[in-house]
């Protein structure tokens, strides 16, 4: 299985990583993007099965990156990972496709209670 | 007109204490310390818009700082860069900004993070400091404020 961890922050994107290994995910692939529109070209040439993103970033946000893959087709399972969980963002997601709003900050078990079901 | 209620000092040191035990939770957590007049020459802040309206800054030492892109990157102290410092900073009050817009009437946006290492402060012209929680972390000084715009009506539980 192959993670596309999103975020803007270098610092987040190791968390992100590190979570992903004490959760117990440590075994699958992962390819990082710093931002949306690097994100798009990512998922488009590595064909990751996951894309685990921020919301707030610089050019292409996270929400638009998920709307600009669901508008080309992609059905990649898609989570947001945003210090924001608040109902009102939780609820644009949804609406958006996403599986998931993980708020940072976060823990391994929040990690493992989104992602068990897709990565068993 | 109902004046907004913003979080209190115990709202933010537990939204504080909630990011630090995740993050650097190994190292201990930040501990309330008497108001100090200490200039922070590191300085991070994100911008609330919408439902609410300011901003939330973050100061700590440059040696604070440091200590806290460390144990974030998981590197030692002695090979963490500026750039490092600006994206550990950043992180932080993005996380901590994030959590008190939650507390607070929306919807609104939150803004990406504005750090400043040289020394100077950053300024937010229109607003006053409506709440501050001055901590100290590995004996380091921390402050987290909360600024509200003067456009509107605020004020501390």
Known sequence: VKILVTDDSRVMRQIVIRTLRQAGFGDHDVVEATDGQDGLTKAAEERPDLVLSDWNMPEVDGLEFLQTLRASGSRIPFGFVTSEGSPDMRAKAEAAGALFLIAKPFTPEAFQEALEPLLG | ?157
Do not use: Y
């Not at chain 2, 004046?3 to 504080?16: G, N, S």
């Not at chain 2, 929306?106 to 901590?135: C, Y």
């Open chain 2, 1 to 157: 007109m109902t004046a907004t209620v913003l979080p209190d000092t115990f709202d933010i040191e537990q939204i504080v204490a909630e990011v630090f035990g995740s993050f650097l939770g190994e190292d201990g957590l930040p501990e309330l310390a008497p108001p100090f007049d200490d200039h922070l020459p590191v300085t991070a802040s994100v911008s609330i818009t919408g439902g609410w309206e300011g901003h939330v800054v973050l100061g700590c030492t440059d040696d604070g700082a440091r200590a806290a892109a460390a144990v974030l990157l998981a590197m030692d102290q002695a090979d963490i860069v500026e750039a490092d410092i600006a994206d550990a900073i950043g992180e932080l009050v993005n996380m901590v900004g994030g959590n008190i817009k939650s507390l607070l009437p929306g919807p609104s946006a939150l803004t990406l993070p504005l750090v400043s290492l040289g020394g100077g402060a950053l300024h937010h012209p229109s607003s006053r400091e409506a709440v501050r929680l001055d901590l100290v972390w590995k004996g380091e000084a921390i402050r987290v404020s909360v600024w509200a715009a003067t456009s509107q009506e605020g004020s501390p539980l």
